[in-house]
Each structure stands twice: as C-alpha cells, then as structure tokens.
C-alpha cells in the first residue's frame, strides 16, 4: 500500500472513530442515492449509492451495484477462506482501487475493528478485520474495491443539479446478491415520487 493510501485510510478510520464518540453508533445519518437518469458518467450513470456523512463534512461512500468479473480468491490467492467466496468483488469506486474493503451485515453492537456504517450494517477497513469478515462472516458481507470521498459541499452541489434520488438506509437493499435491475427499480420509485408531489 502506498504511502498516500495508507495516511488516507488512517484519515477515514479516525474519522469514523469520531463519529462513533458522537453516538452514531447505529449508522443512522447514513443514505441511500440512486442515479438519476440525467446522470451522464462513465463511472457514476446508473449506481447505487451506500453514503455516511463525515465529520469534516465530507461523505464517504460505495457503489454498491457495480459487480466486477474479480472473485477474493484471485486477489488473495494464498488465503484459503478467500477462494471459498463465490461472490464477485464489486467496484466501490475509483479511488484507492487497490483497497479491499467490506460491508458486512449484523446485528447488535460493534464487536471488533469494524464501524457501523448503516443501520445492521458494519464497514471494515483494516486489513485483518477484512480478513476476519473473509473467515467468519462472508455469507453476510459485500466486498468492494475502492470507493469514493465527496468534499464538504460536493454531495450538495450535485443533490441541487438534480443528479440523485435521496432514499431511506435500507440493509436489504445494501446486501442483495443480484444487483442486476436494481438501479431501474429505485430510479423508478424516485421518478414515481417527483412526479407524484
């Protein structure tokens, strides 16, 4: 890991270390975005959005309907547990694409290096809690390579342009295995909504 996407990675888990002293413990102020159809991006058209506000007003956030052709056991040929995920890695975007992270689904509280991310929903960072999820969890997790930082201000210059649909944090719809038509399902809810007020 370069030394940039170490000092980075540290900024993230400092940074969602604040928000927990700041009893969000939950995930509560996390988000669902939805693409809108105007959305015209190589990366960005036609996505599904996992957002938690950060404490300098930024957001961190995954794409979470992007599988990719990659499996864990290609990435970590030499981890036995890993050859055994049948699910593909999933682009969680373009930055720090070398950085495997997951989302794993629970309930109750924090129990290791984890951070709760979303209602039921836990995000690991560090290397041996990725691991640790690969080993004991991965029936419930997502892995994502990559993901995407917004500076204080982004999210809303782009809410105000009309480029996503703001939805309720739901779990189920983080974890579905087959992404397949999930962006033309909620794109459509959120076209049903505007044209309904």
Known sequence: MSRNAFAFLTTLLAAFAICLHAHAAEGDDAMLLVAQPKLIDPIYASTVLIVKPLPNGGHARFIINKPTEAHLGEVFPNHEPSKKVA???????????NTVFA???????QKDGTVPFAPGLFLAV???????????????ARFLVGLV????????????????????????VFMRKDTTHLWEELMQKGEDKKHST
Request: net charge negative; charged share 40%; no cysteine.
């Open 149 to 172: 930082i917004w500076k204080p201000g982004e999210l809303d210059m782009e809410m105000e342009r009309g480029f996503w649909y703001r939805m309720e944090a739901d779990p189920k």
């Open 103 to 109: 989302l794993v689904e629970r309930r109750g509280a």
């Open 87 to 97: 699910d593909p890695l999933f682009l969680g975007g373009p930055e720090d694409i």
């Open 126 to 140: 560090k290397s041996q809690d990725v691991d640790h999820v690969i080993e004991s969890e991965a029936d419930h």
